[in-house]
Every structure is written in C-alpha cells, then in structure tokens.
C-alpha cells in the first residue's frame, strides 16, 4: 500500500515558523518528485513548491521565495515543508503530493498526503 | 502564469443527471489538464490526468475531454457520492503549476 502521512496540526504566532512533515512508504520515495499544494479556508488549491527527492532540487511559487524550504531524507522517505515569517493569510491546510517519476512513466498528483492544518494566530 | 477559468460556479443537478464542467486556460496547455474531486475534510483526488485518461479505480462515468484552451469534465449519470467539489489543474507550462476555481456540483 502506497501512502502519504503527513505531521499533525500546528498553531503558531505571526512571524513565527513551522516545519511540515511528510513520510512515504510503499514505493521508491528518491525516484519521485514530491509537491507542497497549500488551501486556504473554503479557498481553491495553491500549489507551493516542489522537491525533486533523488537530487534534492527544488523550485517554488514567486510569492514564497524567501519564506519556504522544501528538504528531503532520503534515508527516511521523508519530505519537508518549512514556512517563515508566518502571517494570518498562511492559515491553511498543507498536503504533501507525490509527483512525476524520475525514471519511469507515472501519474503525477496521484497520492496525497491526508494534510497538515497550520493555523497562524496571535 | 497560466489562469484557469471554471464554470459554472455552483451546478445544480438531480441523481442520474448528466453533469458536464467546464475549464478554460488563459492559453494554450495542450492536453496537460487534471481534473481532481475534493469531498469536505478530505484530500482532493485525482479523476482525469491528460485531459482525458482516467485514474487508477476512476469509474467509467467519468471522463474528460478537450485540448489547447478548453476542457469538460462529465459526469455521464450522477450517484450520491459525486456530489463535491471539482477542481481543473495545468502542469504544461510549469511553475507554477496552477488550479482553477473550482466548481462546486450540489444535489439540486
């Protein structure tokens, strides 16, 4: 069984930070990608960054330049999220998403995490 | 970035009816379209990925079409369980990979 399972609910301070957490098991985590998509309450789905798990690479929406860091463990079929200078519009519920394969044809965005409720507040 | 433009809003249909969702991109993405369902409290999931190729267990009712900038979800006979929300996803031109508004499909 291949699954996604994600760190649990987190509330933090404006300014503050906070590390997400996503550990896969059933497949070969380092020969996939992995994506953060972010949602907003009763929002649509933004997509965060992403994670190349073999090499570490990585690219991120414009707006979370400076803010996020998306790391991986290899040894641990771990990923991981880490926003910055949290402010109140960061509140959501952030999955981790399996993406491409390095290595052979595959469905991306086909296995999500069960998501991770961040919750910025004073 | 490439927007992605979901009609209707909200759509209104009885169990059996045919539903058909719309998404329109800003430009061209070819045929790289997804098409994901999301239930209150639960992770989206994945219908249709290639604008038209069905995911693993995806039951045949639904299925997807279009290319360049417009695609349609359909639903050929509602059951009870596909009322939620539907989102459209482009990764052609990437990043940022981009999601529509959704749509929202309610029992009428």
């Known amino acids: 069984q291949v699954h996604l399972v994600q760190s649990g609910a987190e509330v933090k301070k404006p300014g503050a930070s906070v590390k997400v957490s996503c550990k896969a098991s059933g497949y070969n985590f380092a020969t996939y990608t992995m994506h953060w998509v972010r949602q907003a309450p009763g929002q649509s789905l933004e997509w965060v960054g992403w994670i190349n798990s073999g090499d570490g690479n990585t690219q991120f929406l414009q707006k979370f330049q400076g803010r996020v860091t998306i790391t991986r463990d290899t040894s641990a079929s771990a990923a991981y999220m880490e926003l910055s200078s949290l402010r109140s519009e960061d509140t959501a519920i952030y999955y981790c998403v399996r993406g491409s394969s390095t290595t052979m044809i595959a469905v991306p965005f086909d296995l999500w995490g069960q998501g991770t409720m961040v919750t910025v507040s004073s | ?108």
Not at chain 2, 21 to 30: G, T
């Open chain 2, 1 to 108: 970035e490439i927007v992605l433009t979901q009609s209707p809003g909200t759509l209104s249909l009885s169990p059996g009816e045919r539903a058909t969702l719309s998404c329109r991109a800003s430009q061209s993405i070819a045929s790289y379209l997804a098409w994901f369902q999301q239930k209150p409290g639960q992770a989206p999931r994945l219908l249709i990925y290639d604008a038209s190729k069905r995911a693993t267990g995806i039951p045949a009712r639904f299925s997807g079409s279009g290319s360049g900038t417009d695609f349609t979800l359909t639903i050929s006979s509602l059951e009870p369980e596909d009322f939620a929300v539907y989102y459209c996803q482009q990764r052609s031109h990437w990043p940022p990979i981009t999601f529509g508004q959704g749509t929202r499909l309610e029992i009428k």
